[in-house]
């Protein structure tokens, strides 16, 4: 267990190098953060001075050696417009933007889980089939359509849900989180299952594939020779063999979801992380892109680590190393 | 009562490009405690007639007609909670390949103590005494270690021991065994035969014995069938038929064994190779590869027709037949 994680974060310190040195050699081609900073009143002169000062006219390598040094102790750089430690603006915007990823990754394994599985046993049922059409459109439709499509209906001519913004919120050991109210909750459905509704129709065709492969085994069909159950051979015997790469994809794809935040945190105005990534990108705050980019590569790399870790609790003929 | 009653079973696969006849018109008993072999080369109908017996066909395959009477219960018309309840309890299978019948992902003891719940009303505690002893019955070294141990970490002779451990949980009165010893190498093969055959007379199970191998069903069987293109075209003794072969297919096959070449030389085999069954040859499957096909064997099914203690499906014994009735007529 102990040399899994050692490896694991040596894996994850050399991600992260990648990571940072990609993210910090693009700020150089986003803009002139200058033209943000200071008013047209500032002369090139001056101009010059600041940029000289601020070290954006050193070679490529000090720079990011200067970064980096920083970097380690965990400091990102202060944001141009916020004037604040780019790290602590994205820390902020964390927890709404991990309760909308959560808020989605259970719409989706409460459907995807019996739909899959049920559309696995009973291929050729109506329901099966229609799911099946169903998601393929689902895989087709963009999310700010979506996104619209859900706020016109619930928001606009049912007036059911609110249709922007994260509600009220209370703060529970420095975690502001909108998941223990009623607003907070009704604020989160709309935006989770606009994002759910990229990764469902996968997941339930995932998940359907993979069962009915398994349901074809030849442990399957010793389980029937058996004479147990159905509902024993379907979720004892097949559903763990199915999960199994289920949860390697699954565990991608959360990180995936992760990034694909930022086009449904635009439609909603939810105050998150990917909101805020936007907004960086429009003002040029180049220390703010990176640091997001930071954090969310960070994010990739714990999500899988974690997964790894789940797969072996699940799977056992995989032994994790000095285990 | 025989213990199993087959007649005029018909086994079909629904396919886009039209049904396929797995079996025809098979028809056999099997007595309580009798062992019988069921030999024919790949794609006879073997495995099927085994699925079948406990109506466990994999879809498009189904029972298109004919019945499978077991201690006076017809399987192919019972309902899935009935035949559940004798699928594991009454019969169980033996699989083909240990390292695929297991379930990778749940411990032995798991697999052993369902099996038993699912059948029994027994404590937990129970049914893992139970299982412990059948472990031991199937000769596992340290079999307490076993019940907390995953598939993979056993070898493949092991596993095949758990399968048959499996097999014997309930006490069943058949156990259909479906090439078990396919998989393994040669000297388990031998191990793990001895143990069935001893099992099976120890306790009266019954045993259907689905193998290629002629020298397993001369050692372990008491009757045998012989199967060619989804038909039963000889059965009888198992001895009668081995030394004794009247069906021209049979007699190829014995003559296909190594010990029947001649050092040097090649080994006899039988020519051509069983025709597709969407594309079977009218009249007599077998006559394109029969050294002694005859005109009505291009025309009309052979009927059964005795021979000492077996029944030949095959014109010739026919014709001999009822020469033999006519010169007791004149």
Known sequence: ?323 | MPLLEVNNLDVCFGLRSGAVKALRDVSFTLERGERLGVVGESGAGKSVLGFSIINLLSRPGHISSGSVHFEGKDLASLAPGELRSIRGNRISMIFQDPMMTLNPVLTIGVQMIECLLAHRRMSKADAKRVALKKLQQVQIPSPEKRLDQYPHELSGGMRQRIVIAIGLLLDPDLIIADEPTTALDVTIQAEIMDLMLNLCEQNNVALILITHDLGVVSQVTQRMLVMYAGRIIEQGPTKEVINDAQHPYTQGLMNALPQMAIPGQKLNQIKGSMPPLQDIPKGCSFNPRCEYVMDICHQALPPFTRSGNCQVACHMMAESAQDKLQLKEV
């Not at chain 1, 696995?120 to 049922?125: E, R, V």
């Open chain 1, 1 to 323: 267990m102990i040399a899994f994680f050692v490896k694991r974060f040596f894996q994850a310190v050399v991600v992260m190098f990648v990571i940072s040195l990609i993210s910090f050699s693009i700020q150089d081609n986003l803009g002139d953060p200058l033209r943000e900073l200071v008013g047209q009143a500032v002369s090139e002169e001056e101009r010059q001075a600041l940029r000289d000062e601020m070290g954006l006219n050193d070679p490529f390598l000090v720079q990011y050696v200067r970064f980096a040094k920083k970097a380690v102790q965990g400091d990102l750089g202060d944001s141009y417009f916020f004037k604040k430690p780019a790290f602590e603006v994205i820390m902020n915007k964390l927890p709404a933007t991990l309760e909308l990823v959560f808020g989605a990754t259970v719409i989706i394994i409460l459907f995807s889980v019996p739909v899959g599985v049920y559309s696995a046993i009973n291929p050729q049922s109506w329901f099966s089939k229609t799911v099946m059409g169903l998601s393929i459109i689902g895989i087709s439709i963009p999310v700010f359509l979506t996104a619209i499509g859900l706020i016109y209906l619930f928001a606009i001519e049912l007036n059911w849900l609110p249709s922007y913004g994260r509600g009220e919120t209370s703060t529970v050991m420095g975690w502001e989180t909108g998941l223990l109210t009623v607003d907070g909750l009704q604020h989160l459905i709309l935006p989770s299952c606009t994002l759910a509704s990229i990764m469902l129709p996968l997941f339930i065709r995932l998940i359907r594939s993979e069962m009915m492969e398994v349901l074809q085994s030849e442990y399957v069909k010793f389980a029937w020779a058996k004479g147990i159950s159905p509902r024993r051979i379907y979720f004892v015997h097949a559903l763990k063999n199915t999960m199994l790469p289920v949860i390697t994809v699954g565990g991608v794809q959360i990180g995936t979801m992760v990034a694909y935040t930022i086009l449904t945190e635009t439609v909603f105005q939810w105050p998150g992380m990917g909101f805020l990534f936007l907004e960086a990108v429009n003002r040029v705050d180049t220390p703010l892109i990176v640091a997001y980019l930071i954090v969310v590569g960070a994010i990739f790399v714990v999500t899988n680590t974690l997964v790894d870790l789940i797969y072996g609790l699940v799977n056992p003929t995989v032994k994790l190393a000095g285990k």
